[in-house]
């Protein structure tokens, strides 16, 4: 859920990009400035929206499982 595993889990993700140019100091800052994206943070979504965007996401799994040596 984040290159650096600092995110544990899909509702953490979707919560990070809700609130990462707010001052919950929660989230580090990003290590350069061309990391910074506007086009997340400060989206005010409430904890029922994150939810609603976190059940919503689950849908979308088919169930597969790769695997190293998955053949069709």
Do not use: M, Q
Request: no cysteine.
């Amino acid at each position: 859920y984040g290159h650096n595993n600092k995110i544990a889990n899909i509702r953490e993700k979707v919560a990070f990009h809700n609130e990462r140019d707010t001052e919950t100091g929660r989230w580090d800052v990003p290590e350069v400035n061309s990391n910074l994206d506007n086009r997340v943070g400060k989206l005010g979504l409430t904890d029922a929206e994150i939810d609603a965007i976190v059940a919503f996401l689950a849908t979308l799994t088919d169930g597969h499982t790769a695997t190293a040596n998955h053949k069709r």
